[in-house]
T-cell receptor, first 118, second 111 residues
Framework: GNSVTQMEGPVTLSEEAFLTINCTYTATGYPSLFWYVQYPGEGLQLLLKATKADDKGSNKGFEATYRKETTSFHLEKGSVQVSDSAVYFCALSGGLYAGGTSYGKLTFGQGTILTVHP | EAGVAQSPRYKIIEKRQSVAFWCNPISGHATLYWYQQILGQGPKLLIQFQNNGVVDDSQLPKDRFSAERLKGVDSTLKIQPAKLEDSAVYLC?????????FGPGTRLTVL
């Protein structure tokens, strides 16, 4: 079945540092890939997504590229801010042509806690 | 546009008691999901509805968990009887096509 593995956390960085959170996946077919963010006290929000190989999703300075050859979707940001402190989840869902009941169902990684200090 | 609404936000019960959670999805969203998020883990899908029909409930512990979606709009998730390991945040999400929108969740503590 589908699975997502994220790098072990938590991650602690100083403001303006470079961020990478690794994510690899196992899936059949052509899944879509997502990064969700959960700020303290808030619900899950979609940060960015990519629906096919070599697509790059980007939002709020964050980027991730769908690498089918390495089954990866690593999250990066060039200069983090204190306000980026949150829990980040990598997730996948069955693609449009995956068929069955997998379409739409999200499979999440375990989450990575990011803390950014001034 | 109003988001996904959930209530209550917090609930504390003792083991073997019953509890129910309510979700009101974004208007017009045909698909509704319930996820369980245990502390330190990612959300896990419990059940997926398409309108008022169940699409996927393969990971729902059916001996104690039940869910329904009335008239294809609101949904309730019930646990009866609760166990200690049911302590978690229960998330509701809805979608029209593609992106899922999540509610704030209900944090359940079972003592």
């Amino acid at each position: 079945g589908n699975s997502v593995t994220q790098m072990e956390g938590p991650v602690t960085l100083s403001e303006e540092a470079f961020l990478t959170i690794n994510c690899t996946y196992t899936a059949t077919g052509y899944p879509s890939l997502f990064w969700y963010v959960q700020y303290p006290g808030e619900g899950l929000q979609l940060l960015l997504k990519a629906t096919k190989a070599d697509d790059k999703g980007s939002n709020k300075g964050f980027e991730a590229t769908y690498r089918k050859e390495t089954t990866s979707f690593h999250l990066e940001k060039g200069s983090v801010q204190v306000s980026d402190s949150a829990v980040y989840f990598c997730a996948l869902s069955g693609g449009l042509y995956a068929g069955g009941t997998s379409y739409g169902k999200l499979t999440f990684g375990q989450g990575t806690i990011l803390t950014v200090h001034p | 546009e109003a988001g996904v609404a959930q209530s209550p936000r917090y609930k504390i019960i003792e083991k073997r008691q019953s509890v129910a959670f309510w979700c009101n999805p974004i208007s017009g969203h045909a698909t509704l999901y319930w996820y369980q998020q245990i502390l330190g883990q990612g959300p896990k899908l419990l059940i997926q509805f398409q309108n008022n029909g169940v699409v996927d409930d393969s990971q729902l512990p059916k001996d104690r968990f039940s869910a329904e979606r009335l008239k294809g709009v609101d949904s309730t998730l019930k646990i009866q009887p609760a166990k200690l390991e049911d302590s978690a945040v229960y998330l509701c999400a809805s979608s029209l096509v593609g992106e899922q929108f999540f509610g704030p969740g209900t944090r359940l503590t079972v003592l």
